[in-house]
């Protein structure tokens, strides 16, 4: 079967190198950008195809005549196209679970350490010539809730705990062997001086927190979220910031990505922003693109 992987940048390219094997399936790597109507063209006549974070809409996968599998680098397809239609148009979508826990984890701690001290804001008014320092808040001996104690949630749990924070914990299944207490949703939300989401999105947690969960956050609030802009209503999460509710927000994913300069989220100061790099190492990276390579190979037998 003939695979292309559809979007490889130069920085997974150079991974790609290094993992891919010669008893490994051929694969033919595009990576030239191309605008998303442009899909069918890009895929032709190839059975496979590996998709880095391509937007893939149910129409145009349509137009793919030989395609059969699509495997996604990473455990999101469902922020790029509407996994149940494209299957239903007999093409298997696989996702990539577990290759990357430590740095998405490591980068939600980032993202808390950065949004507790204003870390962004102080950096951006130094270069334009302002010296002034802000008052931040420290973490030994606040409260975490992790909103989703998975590989990535207990990862966070972790290194938190590790640092003298007191974690607790919310998944919508029961985690005997979690580590941490597991507590009503309503209670983590009262309780938490940060809260983290780790859920994996889809039809039931889209838009899990809405404007009724963030009035019951504590005020002056820290959110990181590293797991998908979906799961968070935006327009109640810009009055929150706005209002100050939530004091802060560190975000490492967006409903619409790359995120526009324009978005209202751009610019408000209480923001950290990263771009979608949470998953974003060489280690996870190998795992990644090794798993993927894996999955090609499983197909085709």
Known sequence: MKTIFIDC???LGAVWQRVHGPDDPPVTINTVPFEKNELPRVIGDHEIAIDDHSYMPTDLVRQCKSLKHIVFLGTGAASYMTVPEIEALGVKVHTIKGYGDT?????TIALMMA???????MDRAIRAGTWQPLEGMQVLGKTLGVIGLGGIGAEVARIAKGMGMNVIAWNRSPRPDAGVPM?????????????SLNLVLNDETRGFIDRARIARMKPGVILVNTARGALVDEAALLEALKSGHIRHAGLD???????????PIARLDNVTL????????????????????????KVQT
């Open 9 to 11: 940048n130069a920085q």
């Open 103 to 107: 740095a998405v984890a490591e980068q």
């Open 115 to 121: 949004a507790c001290r204003d870390l962004a804001r």
């Open 183 to 195: 507590v009503a949703l309503d209670e983590l939300l009262q309780k938490s001086d940060v809260v």
């Open 253 to 263: 994913v967006f409903h619409n990505e790359p995120l526009k300069a324009n978005n």
């Open 274 to 297: 990263a771009a979608h790099a949470a998953f974003r190492t060489l280690e996870a990276s190998m795992t990644l693109l090794r798993r993927a390579i894996d999955i090609v190979k």
